[in-house]
C-alpha cells in the first residue's frame, strides 16, 4: 500500500516521542540533518523553494531563541528536502514511460 507524502509525515510525527521544550542543541542536531538533505537535493537539481524558507524559518527562530519553533522548523525542512530527494529518484526514469512514441 502506498501513502501518501502527507499522510507519512504525520504518522511520523504522531509516533514521535512526547514533546519536551528544545535547546540549541536539538536545534543545531535538527538544522544540521535538514541542511545536508536540502544540499543533497540541490546537487540533483531538485532543491524545493519550500524547504529553503523552512530552513530560513528555523534560523529565524533559533536567533529569537523560540528552539521548539526552529527544531519543528527544522524537522519540515528534512521531510521536504527528502521528498523532493525520493521525487527526483523515482522520476529519474519514470519519464520514460510518458514519453510518446
Same mark, same amino acid.
Given at each position: @500500500?502506498?501513502?501518501?507524502? #502527507?499522510?507519512? @509525515? ?6 514521535? #516521542? =512526547? !514533546? /519536551? !521544550? ?9 538544522? $544540521?540533518?535538514?541542511?545536508? !538533505?536540502?544540499? %543533497? $537535493?540541490?546537487?540533483m /537539481? ?10 530560513? =524559518? =528555523?534560523?529565524?527562530a ?6 521548539? /519553533?526552529?527544531?519543528? !522548523?527544522s524537522? %519540515? ?10 521525487? =527526483? ?8 514511460? @510518458? %514519453?510518446?512514441?
Amino acid at each position: @500500500m502506498k501513502l501518501s507524502l #502527507p499522510l507519512a @509525515m504525520l504518522l511520523a510525527w504522531s509516533l514521535a #516521542p =512526547a !514533546a /519536551r !521544550a528544545a535547546n540549541e542543541a536539538d536545534y543545531k542536531a535538527a538544522y $544540521a540533518a535538514a541542511e545536508a !538533505a536540502s544540499k %543533497e $537535493a540541490a546537487g540533483m /537539481r531538485n532543491q524545493w523553494t519550500v524547504t529553503v524558507s523552512a530552513l530560513a =524559518a =528555523a534560523k529565524k527562530a533559533a536567533d529569537g531563541g523560540d528552539f521548539d /519553533r526552529a527544531v519543528a !522548523a527544522s524537522k %519540515e525542512a528534512e521531510a521536504l528536502a527528502k521528498a523532493s530527494i525520493f521525487q =527526483a529518484t523515482s522520476e529519474k526514469e519514470a519519464w520514460k514511460a @510518458m %514519453e510518446i512514441r
